[in-house]
């Protein structure tokens, strides 16, 4: 399973970016793109009209769906405290995807590179063809 990040979403639903589209189809097909709640907000929050808000919710239907818990939104407060005892920020949001990503034991699939310094997470990296 592969969380999915807003990052990657954007690239697919609007720019088109091949690498990303290539990925992220496999994913679909082999029913491994998973995402979550967090995601769905800030992708319905760039849509610009009607048309747009019906392609996210259909490109979102048929994904597996995580919940985020009381205890995953303290786990997000967590990481983002280790984070800062380091030296740098993250923000909350990707430490909730973090978060959820941990507990599932699965990959997360973004363009943002903040994910790389969250020890433990792990990636999913498109292949380059």
Known sequence: MVIVDTSVWVEF????????????VEL???????????VLAELRRGCRSAAQVKAVLEAMEPLIYLEATREMWLRAGEIAAE???RGYTLDVR????????????????????????????????????
Not at 13 to 21: A, E, G, I, K, S
Not at 113 to 124: S, Y
């Open 94 to 129: 990707d430490c909730l995807l973090a978060a959820l990503a941990l507990r599932e034991q699965c990959l997360i699939f973004s363009l943002d590179r903040d994910f790389e310094r969250i020890p433990g997470l792990k990636l999913h990296r498109p292949r380059v063809n």
């Open 83 to 85: 984070a800062a005892a």
């Open 28 to 38: 679909l097909r082999r029913g491994e793109a998973a995402t979550a709640g967090l």
């Open 13 to 24: 639903l609007d720019r088109f970016n091949p690498l990303v589209r290539a990925d992220l």
